[in-house]
């Protein structure tokens, strides 16, 4: 076991995090910490469990059988569980606080890590890392196929119907900050952490080169070059993995969930009119905000690109880019109109509107999942 060189976050991290769960459904960027690290380890997010000779389902099995397969909860779980049912496994997990330690002292031997956050701790020596580097073994889940989306833009059907023009205006030049950041994750990263990053310079950049592939590759490890687009495979996939394992607490809106169709959610007209302009638009609304899903870091980082470079005063727009990880949730501050657009995953807008709420879903970011499982191969002999 190696020894931690300081605490990944407070308490207060998990109670923002509850604070933020309309719909149940977490976001694990809010589990990180300041670090610093100039290294590429944990880049690649493919299986490396190559010391060991048990499979990817043997491991799982394993460390089922010893209630040792950890996540966070708060609606990061359903891949988990998801996972676990593909191989006949009761749906079980250990409950897996903000940090790696469990993972590092061997509670947890399965423990839930993001690709573009807990992994690069894992992986890293940095302070607040665990320099495992490669020594580790990734089980990824779209490799396993139950992978959900995650962040993606959206906003309520009334305020799009009301401001097509602003809506487009405002995807064209968040689809430029994040074609430039993608291109540039060194640069976006130092952006990043100028508007007030959450984690240090360092972590920030680790943090860029992840996120980044998390746009441009699917969930086949295909290449997207259409940032932004709405994969119809992947939303139904992710849809179908929410009806499956996610409970509300209401029952007219368990209900209404499982009626759901991707139509419910999503509208592909205002990416279509954003791609097929030059540009030039006449909003209807020329001030308008954003609320993230968590504090300002590089998974956000095509908003503050955007920001930054002049790209939403070119089309004709004010943009207040607000953190989220407060009191109100994107999905709430979003339909109550506290905000014009928010960043949130499939899942929270899914149950967010089965619960009552009207929002639409008018890009999707991120076309795979971050959500990985690290290991020992030491523990899997």
């Not at 687009?229 to 509300?248: F, G, N, S």
Request: hydrophobic share 40%; glycine share 8%.
């Amino acid at each position: 076991m190696k020894k931690r060189k300081m605490k990944l976050i407070s308490l207060l991290c998990a109670a923002a995090m509850a604070m933020s769960m309309f719909t149940g459904c977490g976001d694990s960027s809010q589990k990180t910490d300041s670090g610093s690290s100039t290294k590429e380890a944990g880049s690649e997010t493919k299986d490396t469990a190559t010391e060991t000779a048990m499979s990817n389902e043997e491991i799982i099995k394993a460390a089922a059988a010893d209630g040792k397969v950890g996540n966070w909860g708060l609606g990061n779980e359903y891949e988990v569980l998801a996972l676990l049912a593909k191989y006949d496994l009761p749906t079980e997990y250990l409950s897996q606080d903000f940090t790696m330690d469990g993972f590092d002292d061997d509670s947890i031997t399965l423990a839930s890590a993001m690709t573009y956050n807990e992994l690069g701790l894992v992986q890293n020596d940095y302070d607040g890392g665990y320099g495992y580097g490669d020594s580790i073994g990734i089980i990824d889940m779209n490799d396993e196929g139950v992978a959900m989306l995650e962040d993606n833009i959206f906003c309520t059907k009334q305020f799009a119907a009301e401001n097509p023009n602003t809506v487009a205006a405002f995807l064209y030049a968040s689809l430029k900050g994040w074609e430039y950041a993608v291109e540039n994750p060194e640069e976006a990263a130092e952006i990043c952490y100028e508007y007030g990053s959450s984690v240090s310079a360092d972590h920030q950049a680790y943090m860029a080169k992840e996120v980044a592939k998390l746009v441009t590759t699917d969930m086949n490890g295909n290449t997207v070059n259409d940032i932004g687009t709405m994969d119809e495979t992947a939303m139904e996939q992710t849809l179908e993995i929410a009806k499956k394992y996610v409970t509300l607490d209401d029952a007219d809106a368990n209900t209404a969930l499982q009626a759901m169709t991707l139509d419910d959610i999503r509208d592909t007209s205002f990416l279509e009119n954003a791609k097929a302009s030059d540009g030039a638009f006449d909003v209807e609304k020329p001030e308008v905000s954003i609320q993230l899903k968590w504090l300002p870091q590089a998974q956000f980082m095509g908003y503050y690109v955007a920001l930054d470079k002049g790209y939403y005063e070119e089309v004709g727009l004010t943009v207040n880019i607000v953190s989220g990880g407060g009191d109100i949730a994107e999905t709430t501050a979003v339909n109550n109109g506290t905000v014009d657009f928010g960043v949130t995953w499939v899942t929270n807008l899914a149950s967010a509107n089965a619960g009552g709420m009207d929002l639409v879903e008018i890009a999707q970011i991120y076309q795979r999942s971050g959500l990985v499982l690290v290991y020992k191969p030491e523990n899997f002999q």
